[in-house]
């Protein structure tokens, strides 16, 4: 039975309808040029007719006329599609709430992120006093004409005094660091470019911070060239970049990327440098009291994960996956000469570890327990303090502070609860609400369960299932599977408006913990990664059989979606079992296996991926690679594919030949878009109105399909 979505009383409801209510929107694609590149590697021959689709969409006219082109003939669809100005409406209503992020404190003064409700970008907020009221520091919706250029990074001095704070233009990774003074608001004429991938760490007497940069790419090549020599610097406040010290190179590993760190005091630099994504690295410290600031190398090789968790003195903290899967904590005598050595504080649990911070002499240990959040304690010296009690199924977040802290902040959210944040005391251990936003909507109309099903191979995959209460999912409703596999990144309930609009539609959203995420540590990761990558594929398939197998949904009813490295999960998926979805969303997707590392952050990946440059990783790559199996003679379900012209971090190429090759072959008579959006990029920062734009077409899109709107 197909069924239309109708906006009734201000409540979007289902109305059945016959299943000759409508039929597939007619496409006529644009004529796409096919060249006549092809590589040849280990004996195979690849043709890449699309090549010429990798050039940058805003300096070719040939590419900017093709993407012109296929948003037209995307528009033509979207615009035929029921009820999507419904669906819009809808999110605007559901988005316009208060909402706020987790509190940050430093010299006796609060800051935080606060969005009124439909703001483009996120205000900063500070609180002089605990008894101040609030004023604003940073509102960047005056920043651009759009709204497209944001507030990313910001980090203010240890004494309060100080703000650093990076300006993220158009999408793109790149950032520029501005500072600002907190009391008079005033912005400082410090400024700094070529920012990437870079905290901002502060020094101890807060004349300057820390950051790492790349140097200047050629004209032209900003937003595609690879990034290499990533170099940490010091910036005093007043002076000019060119004046900047040195503090951290590794011209002979040019693929480093450093991640860096100031201890509580200020006394110690702690550099995490990895080769790519996964995080083991090699860990320097420099003793920022000595005349001279010579890294001293704790950690060699890159075989470990090692996050700094908190100080106390000269003892670092930290966690890591040496000898621990699923992870534990150490200590670090900093002073103490001669070879270093880690002595375990926590040790590993059945649980996997996602973070810890030291506050007010505790260490707050965050576990995932099943793909779910919970918080124990512990004393510096790792003896057992109870644990903090949450709402519900969830995931927190925060837990930021000092080891001589008295309080500390997280929040905590879930599919049907926006985040709430809490002051935790830590001497009496009680949790108090410090915002808690006013919703549009009552989280008890939702419920949210949690299944696990086998794999392909056997292996116990936790999923969880949203949805309205009133949807009985003993029967089959149009369904939304969600996943992502890779990177070792754990998908823990959390919030999302555009889930939540879903679920209103009367749509169930199903979540899928694949293998190469980061829910039960090292083991699980790896078994998702490199020459197991399609064990991730096999997970949501087989995700995707369960839902179909317990009579949630049905192939016909069936839509999935995922981002980035969740695009190449759903390109490949798509290709290996078209059968088995009704539609399709590959979002900003990896999606050219053989190229990936020529571009950009590309090179970071082989980590997860492999290199495309060795045979055993070449041959594996090419098995899934979405771009380069796309089976014609198979009908294949509506696919909209989203990207965006600033996407400096999966380069827009990769989408632009994916839909080329899609719309060349013989896949049957559904859709296969493309939506391009301008001025934005991989998603970060990306203005409210873009999203809700977004979103709105591609669930009047999966609705159709699946029929949720019909």
């Known amino acids: ?31 796409t040029q096919r060249g006549s590149v092809s590589d040849s590697k280990f004996g195979v021959t690849v043709p890449d007719p699309y090549r010429w689709l990798e050039q940058d969409v805003r300096t070719t006219p040939e590419v900017k006329a093709w993407v012109d082109a296929e948003n037209q003939a995307t528009a033509k669809v979207l615009d035929t599609l029921p009820q999507r100005d419904a669906i819009r409406d809808r999110l605007t209503k559901l988005w316009n709430f208060e909402k706020y992020g987790v509190p940050v404190k430093e010299g006796g003064r609060t800051f935080y992120l606060h969005n009124s409700g439909l703001q483009n970008q996120f205000v900063l907020y500070v609180q002089d006093t605990p008894d101040a009221a609030a004023r604003v520091l940073l509102d960047p919706n005056g920043w651009s004409q759009d709204g497209a250029t944001a507030l990313a990074e910001w980090s203010p001095s240890h004494d309060g005094k100080h703000l650093a704070y990076a300006v993220q233009d158009g999408g793109t990774d790149w950032r520029t660091v501005k500072v600002l003074d907190v009391a008079g608001g005033k912005v400082e004429p410090d400024e700094i470019r070529w920012v990437k991938f870079s905290d901002l760490a502060w020094n101890g007497d807060g004349s300057g911070f820390f950051y790492a940069r790349y140097a200047a790419p050629a004209q032209g090549a900003e937003f595609q060239s690879t990034n290499l020599d990533q170099t940490v610097y010091f910036h005093r406040l007043g002076t000019p970049q060119e004046t900047d010290r040195k503090v951290y190179a590794t011209p002979d590993k040019p693929n480093l990327v450093h991640s860096i760190e100031t201890t509580d005091d200020g006394r ?21 009291r000595a005349a001279e600031w010579t890294p001293r190398l704790v950690v060699s090789g890159f075989d470990d994960r090692f996050i700094l968790v908190g100080s106390r003195d000269d003892t670092l903290f930290f966690q ?69 009690e949450l709402p519900g199924i969830g995931s927190v977040r925060g837990f930021g502070g000092r080891e001589n802290d008295p309080e500390t902040y997280y929040s905590f959210s879930s599919f049907n609860l926006p985040p709430t944040v809490y002051r935790y005391d830590v001497a009496s251990g009680r949790s108090t609400v410090y915002k808690r936003p006013d919703v549009p909507f009552d989280a008890a109309d939702y419920v949210v369960s949690q299944v696990f099903y086998p794999s392909k ?18 029967k089959p409703h149009p369904t939304l599977l969600y996943g992502y596999g890779g990177f070792n990144v754990p998908l823990l309930p959390s919030f999302s408006v555009t889930r939540l609009a879903w679920m209103q539609m009367g749509g169930v959203f199903a979540l899928a913990n694949l293998r190469g995420g980061g829910e039960y540590g090292k083991d699980w990761h790896d078994g998702g990664r490199l020459m197991k990558k399609q064990n991730v594929f096999d997970d ?39 059968d088995l979805f009704a539609a399709a969303l590959p979002a900003v997707g990896v999606m050219d296996m053989l190229r990936f590392d020529q571009f950009t952050a590309g090179r970071f990946w082989v980590d997860d991926y492999g290199n495309p440059a060795e045979e055993a990783h070449f041959r594996n790559l090419l098995s899934f690679s979405p771009y380069h199996n796309i089976k014609g003679g ?25 839909a080329a090759a899609l719309q060349a072959a013989k896949i049957g008579p559904k859709p296969h878009l493309i939506r391009i959006e301008t001025r934005a990029g991989h998603g970060s920062g990306k203005p409210t109105d873009k999203i809700i734009a977004e979103y709105a077409d591609m669930w009047a899109f999966i609705g159709f399909y699946t029929g949720l709107t019909r």
């Open 1 to 31: 039975m197909r069924r239309m979505l109708v906006l009734t009383a201000g409540i979007l409801s289902i109305v059945s309808l016959s299943p000759s209510f409508a039929a597939s929107p007619t496409v006529a694609y644009p004529q």
């Open 268 to 288: 110690y630099l702690v550099i995490c440098s990895s080769e790519g994504t996964d995080g083991r690295c090699q860990v320097a410290v420099i003793d920022l």
């Open 320 to 388: 890591t996956d040496r000898a621990a899967p699923r992870y534990r904590l150490v200590a670090l005598d900093a002073a103490r000469a001669g070879e270093p050595r880690f002595d375990e504080v926590v040790p590993q649990a059945a649980s996997a570890i996602e973070g810890a911070s030291l506050v007010g002499g505790k260490l707050i240990v965050t576990y995932m327990e099943d793909a779910k959040s919970a918080v124990r304690l512990f004393d510096e010296a790792g003896h057992a303090q109870g644990m903090i």
């Open 457 to 474: 191979d056997g292996t116990r995959i936790p999923m969880f299932l949203a949805h309205r209460k009133d949807v009985d999912i003993t």
């Open 540 to 578: 949501f398939i087989a995700a995707g059989e369960y839902l179909v197998k317990s009579h949630v949904t049905t192939p016909a009813q069936l839509a999935v979606l995922g981002e980035s490295n969740g695009g190449l999960l759903i390109g490949a998926v798509v290709n290996q079992r078209p």
């Open 634 to 658: 198979k009908d294949y379900p509506a696919i909209l594919v989203t990207t965006a012209d600033t996407d400096d971090r999966v380069v827009p190429g990769h989408s632009f030949k994916y």
